[in-house]
């Protein structure tokens, strides 16, 4: 079956670096997407990466390795307004996105 | 504001109501979808629709029924729901399905079934 996996939740410090990882299992590989979901809003872009390497915009940045299946999302600088889930989602050989559960992420002052 | 809107924010209903949720996008996108988010669990695709053609329905109940009149609005109607159907129902689009399109989310309706 296919599968996404990333933790449920982290906590940080206002100010500091955390990395979110995710795993994958899927029927091919079209892309891998991170996506922002405050509580109560929409799921909002972050990033794209069909390539590996590193992907930066800005405080936030995202990593794929597709030999290992495997990325994060580093988010620098921490503010209280990153607190929020964090989703992420792979397109399969037949453009389906295959979503993970999301992390909690809690920003602490 | 992402350019998708859905209507209502929250929605209540009995399991014997039948009511709609409405989706409207302005990005002149051809392809819409209807997402189920449970807490803790991974979004949960219900339907696609591209250029107004309903492409995918993946084994969901018959209680729920979509409509897709044009490629600006989509619907998700409603009728005799169970308590575990209670959950954040979430409207998308994106320019065309069947590529790594960007998808862009509604806000979704908050959907309690008592």
């Known amino acids: 079956g296919q599968n996404i996996d990333q933790p449920t939740e982290m906590t940080a410090t206002e100010g500091a670096i955390v990395q979110i990882n995710c795993t994958y299992q899927?029927?091919?590989?079209?892309?891998l997407f991170w996506y922002q979901q405050h509580a109560g809003e929409a799921p909002t872009f972050l990033s794209y990466?069909?390539l590996d390497g590193l992907e930066e915009k800005g405080r936030f940045s995202s990593f794929l390795s597709r030999s290992k299946g495997y990325s994060y999302l580093l988010l620098k600088e921490l503010q209280m307004k990153d607190s929020a889930s964090y989703l992420c989602?792979?397109?399969?050989?037949?453009?389906?996105?295959?979503w993970g559960a999301g992390t909690k992420l809690i920003i602490k002052p | 504001e992402t350019g998708v809107t859905q209507t209502p924010r929250h929605l209540v209903m009995g399991m014997t109501n039948k009511k709609s949720l409405k989706c409207e996008q302005h990005?002149?996108?051809?392809?819409m979808y209807w997402y189920k988010q449970s807490a803790k669990k991974p979004l949960e695709l219900m339907f696609v629709?591209?250029?107004?053609?309903?492409?995918e329905n993946n084994s969901v109940p018959s209680r729920f029924s979509p409509e897709c009149p044009n490629s600006s609005h989509l619907f998700l109607h409603l009728h005799t729901l169970q308590p575990e159907d209670s959950a954040l129902y979430l409207c998308?689009?994106?320019?065309?399905?069947?590529?790594?399109?960007?998808?862009?989310f509604g806000e979704g309706s908050w959907l309690t079934v008592v």
């Open positions: 998308a689009s994106s320019q065309d399905h069947g590529e790594p399109n960007t998808i862009y």
């Open positions: 990005l002149g996108h051809n392809a």
């Open positions: 629709y591209s250029l107004e053609e309903r492409v």
């Open positions: 899927t029927s091919g590989f079209n892309g």
């Open positions: 990466n069909v």
């Open positions: 989602a792979v397109m399969d050989s037949n453009y389906q996105l295959i």
